[in-house]
């Protein structure tokens, strides 16, 4: 079945930029997501990326998109210690009803 | 702004009790999901509903149900609560099947 792949963790300092990157398995992927989930709380739509684009950025955050080798990436700009969460990248296809999560990746910004 | 609101944040309830989790949104989304959270698994789907009166099993539905009798409202139902159902669970809802999905702030359920 579909899957998605993410490393669990992930250290950065503050001030440097972070890359959390993530693969899927469906081909058809549609819509691909970040999501964050600060502690306590419920995940948080990031950004998105549709499966005809290449990247996409959005003031600090830049999405790349690999459909060839389904590697999906998010680069944060100018770590800062507010960004540490979990991060969660989700795909979606037109032809189902389900989101596929990752398991997440948890940023750590060390000051 | 969008709101999906989950009935409590914290809930402890016993062994072999039946549980209600009730989740609420404001955006007349058709979809509506239930995941539950645990460390290292991330999020997996236990039931989700494309419209009212409507629900599909999702990976995990073994000892819960749903029901939707309105189209803002999703609940989640634990019929004999055991131990292994300990986790946080999150309600979310959606415009379209694929679109982004928009989160409650969950519900950390114990069961002792």
């Known amino acids: 079945g579909e899957d998605v792949e993410q490393s669990l963790f992930l250290s950065v300092r503050e001030g440097d930029s972070s890359v959390i990157n993530c693969t899927y398995t469906d081909s058809s992927s549609t819509y691909l997501y970040w999501y964050k989930q600060e502690p306590g709380a419920g995940l948080q739509l990031l950004t998105y990326?549709?499966?005809?684009?290449d990247m996409k950025q959005d003031q600090r955050l830049t999405v790349l998109l690999n459909k060839k080798d389904k590697h999906l990436s998010l680069r944060i700009a100018d770590t800062q210690t507010g960004d540490s969460a979990i991060y969660f990248c989700?795909?979606?296809?037109?032809?189902?009803?389900?989101?596929?999560f990752g398991a997440g990746t948890r940023l750590f910004v060390k000051a | 702004d969008v709101k999906v609101t989950q009935s409590s944040r914290y809930l402890v309830k016993r062994t072999g009790e039946k549980v209600f989790l009730e989740c609420v949104q404001d955006m007349d989304h058709e979809n509506m999901f239930w995941y539950r959270q645990d460390p290292g698994l991330g999020l997996r789907l236990i039931y989700f509903s494309y419209d009212v009166k409507m629900k599909e099993k999702g990976d995990i539905p073994e000892g819960y149900s749903v029901s939707r009798e309105k189209k803002e409202r999703f609940s989640l139902i634990l019929e004999s609560a055991s131990t292994n159902q300990t986790s946080m669970y999150l309600c979310a809802s959606s415009l379209t099947a694929q679109s982004a999905q928009h989160f409650g702030d969950g519900t950390r359920l114990s069961i002792l």
């Open positions: 990326i549709f499966s005809n684009m």
């Open positions: 989700a795909e979606a296809n037109t032809g189902g009803f389900k989101t596929i």
